[in-house]
């Protein structure tokens, strides 16, 4: 059955939020891109091509444990919409919770790189929200029934970041599977929608999650349009930039 969405429950929800070990490191990580358009009056952007390829490649390797890891404990699981603690799952989502906070490097790569149009609002939503559903996934829902959806990331996360790994390697000539990646992602946050509505309707679910795969799904829906369909043509060209989940497209160019 559907839990209606109440104003206590709200209410309890915000303060899980506010108690999260990340919490104060969201307000750094919003405090630090508000301000980084300073950073770049007065530095030079940072040549890091051999820390992103080592990055990269560690992130997609994690990604990948996390996958293998996330399958794992389903396989052991009744059902993938079990709302009860994993012991064989815990583990994994700790795991999976400090990845987000490792990517966050992302964002301090953009700016240390003077790559600051890279970091759109998609971007920083992604990372924001990711880090703090994470943290609740392990520190309060060690549950099966989040695993399809972190499972799901982690495989997206294992292409991206092989991705942006071999771009950083030779950025003269990156893999020409981007626009794979952003289908890849569409279809991820389909299936976590549909997932989750299934949940809502038939279990225990909160509406939360479906709100967040709507979010989600319309976001990168909207990129995709703008990056592939609205300015395709002989003139568009695409230039591979690492870890740019934020990718503006601007004018006739994909940047």
Request: hydrophobic share 40%; charged share 15%.
């Amino acid at each position: 059955m559907a839990r209606p969405l109440t104003l206590e429950r709200v209410q309890t929800g915000m303060w899980l939020v506010y108690n999260l070990d990340t919490f104060p490191l969201l307000c750094v990580y919003l405090v630090m891109i508000a301000v980084s358009g300073q950073w770049k009056r007065f530095t030079s952007p940072f040549n890091l091509r051999p820390v992103l390829v080592i990055y990269n490649f560690i992130a997609s390797a994690i990604s990948l444990y996390t996958l293998v890891g996330f399958i794992n404990g389903l396989y052991q699981s009744e059902s993938s919409f079990g709302t009860y603690p994993s012991e064989t799952l815990r583990p994994v989502f700790k795991i999976y919770w400090l990845t987000k906070i490792l990517e966050l490097l992302d964002t301090v790569f953009m700016i240390l790189r003077h790559k600051s149009r890279q970091i759109s609002a998609l971007h920083v939503y992604h990372h924001s929200s990711m880090l703090i559903l994470s943290d609740l996934a392990y520190h309060h829902y060690p549950y099966p029934a989040m695993s399809p959806y972190l499972a799901l990331n982690s495989a997206v996360h294992v292409v991206l970041y092989l991705y942006y790994g071999l771009s950083a390697l030779n950025p003269d000539n990156p893999p020409q599977w981007k626009k794979f990646l952003t289908q890849f992602q569409i279809v991820q946050f389909a299936l976590d929608l549909v997932h989750a509505s299934i949940g809502y309707i038939y279990y225990t679910y909160c509406i939360y999650g479906i709100f967040y795969g709507i979010s989600m799904l319309s976001l990168f829906c909207n990129f995709y349009y703008k990056a592939y369909i609205k300015h395709r043509g002989p003139s568009v060209k695409t230039k591979s930039e690492s870890n740019g989940y934020g990718d503006r497209v601007k004018d006739k160019k994909i940047k």
